[in-house]
DNA sequence: GCCAACGTTGGC
DNA sequence: GCCAACGTTGGC
């Protein structure tokens, strides 16, 4: 099975990728997808050894700020099933979760965040490796979303300023 | 803070 | 099953 790439919001004022750091084993599970489509890329399409690109968004400075890896695939959402949880979803069977998370664990932090709007810049120009990406598209706000190898790899160059 | 785009809910 | 109303996302 070849590995998939993703990325994957964060709004840093809730959780920054500094936040994933601070972890002891730089891993948090990734709580809190309370949309289908996302779900069913997290219980369906996600697998260990996945690579991650983690963005901020609804920030000063929306940015892809680093990689993650997946380390554990598909599992249902504890926090659904949480009453005092800002997640609890009331009309989610146990027997049936409704919605999934995985874990995800710190791979680089960048040196330079690539911004949405150096990617924007990038694609207007005509850079063929990233003009098509999930993220760019109007209208698009999957929280999780897929990414094609050519424009991770693009990504992490941009970040390393090549 | 504004607002466009999108997803979900619920009446019919 | 349609669709209006509403809530949320997220860039700007």
Redesign the pocket.
Known sequence: MTIKYWLM???PNTYSIDDLAAQTDKTTCWE?V????A?NLLRDEIAVGDRVLF??????Q?AVVGTAVVSKAGYPDPFQFDPKSNYFDP?SDPNNPRWYLVDITLESKFDRPV???EL?ELARSGRASIKDMV?L???????VQPVRKKEFDTILKMSRGV
């Open positions: 919001k964060s709004e809190g309370r949309n289908y489509q779900r963005y901020h968004s609804a920030c000063k929306p009309k911004t949405l709007a924007r993220l598209q109007k209208g698009s706000r999957l929280s």
